[in-house]
């Protein structure tokens, strides 16, 4: 009797273990799936929240940044995605002073969140995208729908996807950071405050993937809704463009346009977004860019113009390029300095 009933535990344990395992597997998913989590749909929701009127143009230091900066805090809270400070504290706290004069009295902060490495922790991916714009001019409300609030909802939503993965067991081998960042309409002084007093130590930077306009179409690309401007991701690093384009041709299949990524490019795009302060130390950058149009910071920058299917293929884009650079075996290096 001693003996059978002891078989009987251990085979009720293993049947248990069995069960336990067969609903762990159920919820594995390919990175195909993960990425698919990135909707129009969600995209929609959340841009016409983030880039509403109530936000009032965003301006750094204004009740409308802090606004946008706790409906960013909030998502992550909800998704359960940790601060990158191990706390319950989302903002990079920046004084009034840093910022020259332009914000008054007034402070800002970025908002930082976090997904831990589940190998190399150490090592971390940063993804960014700046969440102000230029507020009110003349009692009217620059939305910023496209500048920037297409890349900051798309971060939320690649941010959503990866903890998706790791709540089935799947999360990235490196950790990734999701940086947003205020000041960038103004000098690009979040993320210049960021390298100058980072969180993760510099050196432990693998790359930066900066995000900025991904939801309209470029008048010169007119009826054209399968492109992408990518610039800088062969500056530093012929690893990470050639990563890219890896990851482009076997999931996206977007048209990479490089166009703005000549040196010689008049508009100097490459200086002109928050990849640039990771650039000038040394870290491999991509910079997702959709090009210019007539509503560019004005108050006809607003939700319903924005291409959404367009902005979940580049989202997805994004999100593929960083999978990569998250599981692969070797770190990016910057190999062309």
Known sequence: MKYAFIGLIALGFISCNSAQNSVKSKNKMTRVEYANTITAGELKTNLYQFADDKMQG?????????????????????????????????????????????????????????????????????????????????????NGADDDGSGTVSMLEIAQAFQTAVKNGQGPKRSIL?????????????????TENPIFP?????????????????????????????????????????VSEEANNKYTQLELDYTFNDDNDPNRFYYRSDHYNFAKNNIPVIFYFNGVHADY??????????????????????FHTAWEVANREGRITADKL
């Open 178 to 194: 999701f940086l947003h960042v205020t000041g960038e309409e103004i000098g690009l002084y979040g993320s210049k405050y960021y």
């Open 297 to 318: 910071h004005k108050p006809t920058d607003t939700p319903d113009k924005i291409e959404y299917e367009l902005m979940a293929k580049r989202a997805k884009l994004i």
């Open 202 to 242: 510099l050196e432990n930077t693998v790359c930066n993937l900066n995000t900025d306009m991904v939801g309209r179409i470029d008048p010169d690309k007119a009826g054209n809704k399968n492109y992408i401007y990518l610039i800088g991701s062969d500056k530093l690093s012929q690893e990470l463009h050639d």
């Open 58 to 142: 965003r301006m750094t230091g204004t009740p409308g940044q802090k606004m946008a900066a706790n409906f960013l805090k909030e998502f992550y809270v909800t998704n359960g995605i940790s601060s990158a400070y191990g706390n319950d504290d989302y903002f990079q706290e920046i004084p009034a002073s840093y910022f020259s004069g332009q914000t008054g009295d007034n402070g800002s902060e970025n908002v930082v969140a976090f997904i831990k490495g589940s190998e190399k922790p150490n090592e971390v991916i940063v993804l960014s995208a700046h969440y102000d714009h230029v507020g009110m001019k003349n009692g009217e409300i620059y």
